[in-house]
């Protein structure tokens, strides 16, 4: 059984820079993909910024990309989020998903596994 694991969220004023951290544990065949959606409140989980493992092609939301870096690390099997200028519209519990394909997917029902989220709150 694969199980991710996100961490790094918190409490942050507006403005401020955050990363969130996603790792993965278990038997995969190396074609694999992270990616980030975030869920508020009151909304459908949305795509935020994926990353596929092996070739490391990135793709974002258009309205998040000029504030985002996805990035990984392949031996550690590791995908960071790098957040800037953080708005209150961004808090949400942030997952991460796992999908055993080579291609960023924005439907979250393309990933077969997600972490327990980590919640981000920013405050104005």
């Known amino acids: 059984q694969l199980q991710v694991v996100e961490s790094g969220g918190g409490l942050v004023q507006a403005g401020a820079s955050m990363t969130l951290s996603c790792t993965f544990s278990?038997?995969?065949?190396?074609?694999?993909?992270l990616s980030w959606f975030r869920q508020a409140s009151t909304g459908a989980r949305e795509f935020v910024a994926g990353i596929t493992l092996r070739a490391g092609d990135t793709d974002y939301a258009d309205s998040l990309k000029e504030r985002l870096t996805i990035s990984r690390d392949k031996p550690k099997r590791m995908t960071y989020l790098h957040m800037r200028n953080l708005k209150p519209e961004d808090s949400a519990v942030y997952y991460c998903?796992?999908?055993?394909?080579?291609?960023?997917?924005?439907?979250?029902?393309?990933?077969?596994?997600w972490g327990q989220g980590t919640r981000v709150t920013v405050s104005s």
């Open positions: 278990g038997r995969t065949f190396g074609w694999d993909t």
């Open positions: 998903g796992f999908r055993a394909g080579g291609e960023v997917a924005t439907n979250p029902g393309s990933y077969e596994y």
